[in-house]
């Protein structure tokens, strides 16, 4: 055995310090060496965390490594904030939801010094990264409803194929009407109506809110259950229920002045009877609470609810619809974004000096609106979309309604996880 200690000069091979500090301790038995490093000055991190993306429910670590002079302290950060209680080299996240979400970072320090480590960005749920960037009215396409569904009443939903819009009726009832998406021409009036329609975006499939086997219904200013626990299929083509049906994992109390926004893989209900919003998550029917919300300024439908789009990204829900809005000395209707749960809400599209939307929603490939007696359909938005589209959802071509002039595109579509949608 031999036994030998060695000081290194100043510039050591590992660039670690500035002055002699590095000693290595050397036991040598036969082909076997123990190796021992001691350091000083301030810290400095040799292994930074990495950025990571993972689905909601999984447990995430960042894993970082220090050396320096003893002792070492450690502070986690997330987007510049100190988390409580984080104070280890490694950090873990359990059950990781989109509030996770964001950048985060370490901070090493000792007695000489600290260091902060790269920044790595958490982002939870990629492939349902969903969002509108743009809206606009070029190219769009007028119908009246009014011959197939009576007047405006409230609610709408798109598939691949058609769009469900629901009136008063002509004397007969209410009435639901489809009306094929291309041209929103030739409409037909279904054998039976829908007070709570409703979609998946991602699969372009159309719901009716439910309380057990039977869709809400709304007569005579009463609704037919004070709480929904169910989607129920509707065939995108007929418009006739599947009896197919998801199941939610809670009863979700309703009344009037309901929100209902379809989304990617996901439907949120903003609930009248108690002013929180309720994000479900397709197809489990996984219901989240995420609280209370406060009254949301919108512009009610003659029907029970109003109706728009459901977003995420950045982390964070939001919810697309109309509202009375007085912005830069105009005053009319606007297509908003509202921000769940602390109701930050911005203009998308307007305000314009008309008094309509209280009903409107899109497709992937289509924007379509409730305004007044009129159903609208307009070229695609621009939009982040973050997963592969299934062969249905790609835009198809528009066809040059009562005009020989082709409609433009200006669709983009991104089919890839975005970090920070802005």
């Known amino acids: 055995m031999k036994l030998f200690s060695e000081w290194l000069p100043a510039n050591s091979p590992n660039g670690v310090c500035a002055s002699p500090v590095l000693r290595v301790l050397a036991i040598a038995l036969g082909m076997t060496a123990l190796v021992v490093q001691a350091t000083d000055g301030p810290p400095i991190i040799v292994l930074e965390p990495q950025s990571q993306s993972a689905l909601s ?10 050396t320096g002079a003893p002792f070492l302290s450690y502070q986690w950060q997330h987007n510049g904030t100190n988390l409580t209680a984080r104070t280890n080299a490694i950090l873990t996240l359990t059950n990781v939801q989109p509030r996770h979400w964001g950048n985060y970072a370490l901070i090493v320090t000792n007695s000489h010094g600290a260091v902060t480590s790269s920044v790595a960005t958490l ?4 492939d349902l990264v969903f969002r509108i960037l743009g809206l606009q009215t070029n190219s769009f396409v007028a119908v009246e409803h009014n011959r197939i569904t009576g007047d405006d009443r409230g609610g709408i939903a798109v598939s691949a194929d058609n769009v469900f819009v629901t009136g008063d009726g002509q004397g007969g009832g209410v009435t639901t009407g489809r009306f094929p998406i291309d041209n929103l021409g030739a409409g037909t009036a279904l054998s039976q109506a829908f007070d709570a329609l409703t979609g998946n975006l991602r699969t372009d499939t159309v719901y009716s ?3 057990g086997a039977n869709p809400i219904q709304y007569a005579n200013s009463s609704l037919s259950a004070n ?6 299929e509707i065939d995108g083509i007929t418009g006739q229920l599947t009896g197919g049906r998801i199941n939610f994992s809670t009863n979700i109390p309703i009344s009037t002045s309901t929100g209902v926004f379809a989304g990617y893989d996901r439907v949120i209900i903003y609930s009248g009877a108690n002013s929180r919003a309720y994000d479900i998550r397709l197809p489990s029917g996984t219901v989240t609470d995420l609280g209370s919300i406060g009254f949301i300024s919108r512009q ?15 982390g964070s829900l939001y ?8 912005l830069d000395g105009v005053s009319g209707t606007a297509i908003v974004r509202t921000r769940l749960p602390d109701r930050s809400t911005t203009p998308i599209l ?3 000096p008309f008094q309509g939307w209280p009903t409107w929603l899109r497709s992937p490939s289509r924007f379509h609106a409730v305004a007044g007696s009129f159903t609208m359909k307009a070229p695609p938005f621009s939009g982040h979309r973050a997963a592969p589209m299934k062969p249905s959802v790609p835009p198809k071509p528009h066809l040059p309604l009562k005009s020989d002039i082709q409609p433009s595109y200006w669709s983009r579509w991104i089919k890839s996880p975005i970090p920070a949608a802005t």
């Open 57 to 66: 429910g999984a447990t995430v670590s960042f894993e970082t490594d220090a």
């Open 123 to 126: 982002i939870i749920d990629a």
């Open 209 to 211: 809110l439910g309380n």
């Open 227 to 232: 709480s929904v626990n169910s989607l129920l």
């Open 300 to 314: 009610s439908s003659e029907s029970w609810a109003f109706w728009g789009v459901a977003e995420y990204f950045a």
């Open 319 to 326: 919810i697309v619809h109309a509202q009375n809005l007085f």
């Open 350 to 352: 307007g305000p314009i």
